[in-house]
């Protein structure tokens, strides 16, 4: 751990907002010793990677850690990356170019699942990373015409899609791109955490019969 320390404080800069003092959980320690704790801490809050321990999926999915690796950690964020990684049961791991990238070209790694919508990313990325990301996908109302967030239009009976007017702005109005009607955003945030929850019904659940009536109840969501 002394040889990886200087390593780590290396990274200590992704830090934009301190973590709650550990005295607040009950950890008493030196004064100088509580500041290094507190520093490792936070490199390991804001920049280890989660890995699988070896073994079958079974077992593994019990067993994820968090592992820091110094140069992938100093990768950007980006909610279109252009790389994906790769650990292998020795824990190497492996940093692979999604999509050709040029010399001098950023490179960029997603810290959050990329089949969430704008409004989960960048509250994860808030909660755990301390930033707010205003990335080109998450300035776009239709995330690069993905429209992951997007919901269809109840007044025009699905013929459009409905979309935040400005998508960093968690109260902003959203706005159908047929009709034009306007949603207030606790509407739509209502409606998607109501189909979030149906969701995890079903995965609770091994019923066909539960599948299909939590299908025909999403399709009817307004």
Same mark, same amino acid.
């Given at each position: 751990?002394?040889?990886l320390?200087?390593?780590?404080?290396s990274?200590c800069?992704?830090l934009?907002?301190?973590?709650?003092p550990?005295?607040?959980?009950g950890?008493?320690?030196?004064?100088?010793?509580l500041?290094?704790v507190?520093?490792?801490?936070?490199?390991?809050?804001?920049?280890?990677f989660?890995? %699988?321990?070896? +073994? /079958?999926p @079974?077992?593994a &999915?019990h !067993?994820?850690?968090?592992?820091?690796?110094?140069?992938?950690a100093?990768?950007?964020?980006?909610?279109?990356a252009?790389?994906h990684?790769?650990?292998?049961?020795?824990?190497?791991?492996?940093?692979?170019?999604?999509?050709?990238?040029?010399?001098?070209?950023?490179?960029?790694?997603?810290?959050?699942?990329?089949l969430?919508g704008?409004?989960?990313?960048?509250e994860?990325l808030h909660?755990?990373k301390?930033?707010?990301?205003?990335?080109s996908?998450?300035?776009?109302p239709?995330?690069?015409?993905?429209?992951?967030?997007?919901?269809?239009?109840?007044?025009? %009976?699905?013929? +459009? /899609?409905? @979309?935040?007017? &400005?998508? !960093?702005?968690e109260?902003?109005?959203?706005?159908?791109?047929?009709?034009?009607?306007?949603?207030?955003?606790l509407?739509?945030?209502?409606?998607?955490?109501?189909?979030k929850?149906?969701?995890?019904?079903?995965?609770?659940?091994?019923?066909?019969?539960s599948?299909?009536n939590?299908r025909?109840?999403l399709?009817?969501?307004?």
């Open positions: 751990m002394p040889a320390f200087p390593g780590l404080c990274i800069g992704a934009q907002k301190p973590l709650p550990l005295k607040n959980i950890v008493v320690l030196p004064e100088d010793d500041e290094i507190q520093r490792v801490c936070g490199v390991l809050d804001v920049n280890s989660e890995v %699988r321990a070896p +073994g /079958l @079974s077992q &999915e !067993l994820r850690l968090r592992a820091v690796y110094l140069q992938a100093l990768m950007a964020h980006h909610c279109v252009n790389t990684l790769a650990v292998d049961d020795n824990f190497l791991i492996t940093v692979h170019a999604s999509v050709p990238i040029s010399q001098g070209q950023p490179i960029f790694f997603n810290y959050t699942n990329p969430q704008t409004s989960e990313r960048r994860h909660e755990g301390y930033f707010d990301c205003t990335c996908r998450c300035r776009d239709t995330e690069l015409g993905t429209y992951m967030s997007s919901l269809k239009c109840v007044k025009c %009976r699905g013929k +459009g /899609l409905v @979309s935040p007017v &400005e998508a !960093l702005k109260n902003s109005p959203w706005e159908c791109n047929q009709c034009g009607h306007y949603y207030s955003a509407v739509v945030h209502s409606a998607t955490a109501r189909g929850d149906l969701l995890e019904d079903i995965d609770k659940s091994t019923s066909c019969t599948y299909r939590v025909t109840t399709l009817t969501i307004k």
